[in-house]
């Protein structure tokens, strides 16, 4: 399995990026109209023997020069190939949920928060990100090497309130489902699909997101399975109950965005790439347009006439 850590400096100048190793394509930027990786995230999908989670949002004790929280991403990336799939799923699921209960501490002890910061002082993490990507190769391998160590030290969290005997009511709505991440039994229920994906035994996506209030709102997420959490810091109700999303049709299994025949992600302006004519995203902008053309040739008119 591959981690990637990612922060950014205290100087003004030095912005977020990865401190160790870096993921081979940004995946999360699909997502980006749905969630912003500086507040508390998460986005995980499987697809094809393959999985990638972004754990996003953590904060650090330290600051930037202006005084604004620094906050960490973690990316994880692995297979689901036998014999590996164990200890990718009790991982990834431990600090998933290690997140989840963070989250829900009232009292703001951020366990990924310490650790993180045990790994990252100020000066290392000034010193990393002002450096060329190709330097200081072997300090990123040994950050990269005691972050797995320390990370491998977390066993799966107790989510207060949602364990199995408490949520002998809990009923999924739908294959595609969203709601509140305080909502009781919805987060055991996600953390369920996670495993899912990891192990390979689904295809599909599970996310909390922090732009998003309602069904409607990510309805455009293709994933036949899906799941979704509000985090509900900053939009949305964090204790909303279980809805059903709308499943728009032509969508896929997969929990990787559609792809053309190049291999690059569908934009919204392209054509659905499952069979779909394409459909414009602004129609308005095309009769303003015709609008603007109609003035302007009845304005040729009256000029022709007024010098005639």
């Given at each position: 399995m591959d981690m990637h850590l990612r922060t950014r400096g205290t100087p003004r100048d030095l912005e977020y990026g990865?401190?160790?190793?870096?993921?081979?394509?940004?995946?999360?930027?699909?997502?980006?109209?749905?969630?912003?990786?500086?507040?508390?995230?998460?986005?995980?999908?499987?697809?094809?023997?393959h999985w990638s989670v972004?754990?996003?949002?953590?904060?650090?004790?330290?600051?930037?020069?202006?005084?604004?929280?620094?906050?960490?991403?973690?990316?994880l990336e692995g297979s689901t190939d036998p014999g590996g799939a164990t200890g990718q799923q009790r991982?990834?699921?431990?600090?998933?949920?290690?997140?989840?209960t963070d989250l829900s501490e009232s009292a703001g002890r951020w366990t990924l928060s310490a650790v993180l910061d045990g790994l990252c002082p100020a000066p290392d993490?000034?010193?990393?990100?002002?450096?060329?990507?190709?330097?200081?190769a072997e300090e990123r391998t040994e950050l990269t090497g005691r972050l797995a160590t320390a990370l491998a030290?977390?066993?799966?969290?107790?989510?207060?309130?949602?364990?199995?005997?408490?949520?002998?009511?809990?009923?999924?709505?739908?294959?595609?489902?969203?709601?509140?991440?305080?909502?009781?039994g919805a987060r055991a229920a996600f953390l369920e699909r996670l495993s899912s994906l990891v192990t390979g035994k689904e295809e599909g996506e599970a996310h909390?997101?922090?732009?998003?209030?309602s069904p409607e709102d990510v309805a455009h997420l293709r994933a036949a399975r899906l799941v979704v959490l509000v985090e509900g810091g900053f939009v949305g109700d964090a204790g909303m109950l279980p809805q059903a999303v709308p499943e728009l049709p032509g969508a896929t299994k997969s929990g990787r965005?559609?792809?053309?025949?190049?291999?690059?992600?569908?934009?919204?302006?392209?054509?659905?790439?499952?069979?779909?004519?394409?459909?414009?995203?602004?129609?308005?902008?095309?009769?303003?347009?015709?609008?603007?053309?109609?003035?302007l040739a009845l304005g040729i008119r009256w000029l022709g006439r007024s010098l005639f």
């Open positions: 990865f401190l160790g190793s870096e993921p081979s394509n940004r995946w999360w930027t699909t997502y980006r109209d749905v969630v912003s990786t500086e507040r508390p995230c998460i986005l995980a999908t499987g697809d094809k023997g972004l754990l996003g949002g953590i904060p650090s004790r330290r600051t930037d020069s202006g005084g604004r929280t620094i906050v960490y991403s973690l990316v991982l990834a699921l431990a600090i998933t949920s290690t997140l989840l993490v000034d010193r990393l990100l002002t450096a060329e990507r190709a330097a200081l030290a977390l066993t799966p969290s107790s989510l207060a309130g949602d364990s199995r005997e408490s949520e002998a009511t809990w009923q999924a709505p739908a294959d595609r489902w969203i709601a509140g991440r305080s909502a009781q909390m997101l922090n732009l998003v209030s965005p559609l792809e053309t025949a190049a291999g690059s992600p569908v934009s919204e302006e392209s054509g659905g790439g499952d069979g779909l004519p394409k459909v414009p995203k602004r129609p308005m902008a095309i009769v303003a347009v015709l609008v603007a053309l109609a003035l």
